[in-house]
């Protein structure tokens, strides 16, 4: 008889404070629509959760054994999941260094158990969550590069208007469903166009491919 249960999102948490690491363990029993996959406490035994091709990584920076944004393009590589930072690190740098490398969102350790579940939520969901002082930081950023570059829209590798269009419905934290629905194509289109973009921008996620994009003045949001 098949089971009726609704679906879960399998999680992995990689957090090196066992203190930190049961908090979210907690946090994530008490929503019943993640599921927690495993558990690390630095990149070497993250590595060995890969395997597990989970839906997303909570990930922390600080790790014994090298920085977690260096390990995003190694998941990026293996999985097709998600990826949310929560750290304690909210300087410029860090939040600008973790949207390049290709995170998903950015959240401080420090926020409410409610924001946490709700940014995996959205994370799962296609969006990019960024803590309020995150945002801070990464709009300033972009609107001092932007003052910074040359437009380069009509180079022969620019985006196009198509592709441009993409870019700022998923600025908007829209999925590939909502985003094929908006242009009227279908999500395999929508992937397409996407490779296109990932190449193009040399990024490996959406919300680096809106970065780089409103970087280089190819997009304004």
Do not use: W
């Not at 097709?80 to 949207?99: H, K, N, Y």
């Amino acid at each position: 008889m098949p089971s009726s249960a609704a679906p879960t999102s399998r999680i992995v948490v990689v957090e090196d404070d066992p203190i930190v690491r049961d908090h979210f363990i907690e946090i994530l029993s008490a929503a019943p629509d993640l599921d927690l996959a495993g558990c690390a406490g630095s990149i070497a035994q993250a590595r060995e959760l890969l395997h597990l091709q989970p839906e997303l990584f909570l990930l922390d920076i600080g790790l014994p054994d090298g920085s977690g944004l260096d390990f995003v393009g190694v998941i990026k590589d293996h999985c097709d999941a998600r990826i949310l930072i929560v750290t304690s690190f909210g300087d410029r740098e860090t939040v600008v260094a973790a949207i390049r490398a290709g995170a998903d969102g950015y959240l401080l350790k420090d926020s409410d158990p409610a924001a946490i579940v709700d940014g995996i939520r959205v994370t799962l969901g296609g969006g990019a969550p960024i803590s309020a002082a995150a945002a801070v930081y990464l709009l300033e950023n972009l609107r001092s590069q932007d003052a910074a570059v040359t437009v380069v829209a009509e180079q022969d590798d620019g985006l196009t208007p198509r592709e441009i269009e993409l870019l700022k419905i998923f600025a908007k934290g829209s999925s590939y469903k909502q985003a094929a629905r908006v242009l009227g194509i279908s999500p395999l289109t929508v992937g397409n166009y996407v490779k296109s973009i990932y190449r193009k921008l040399a990024v490996h996620s959406r919300g680096e491919a809106v970065y780089e994009a409103v970087k280089t003045g190819q997009l304004r949001i």
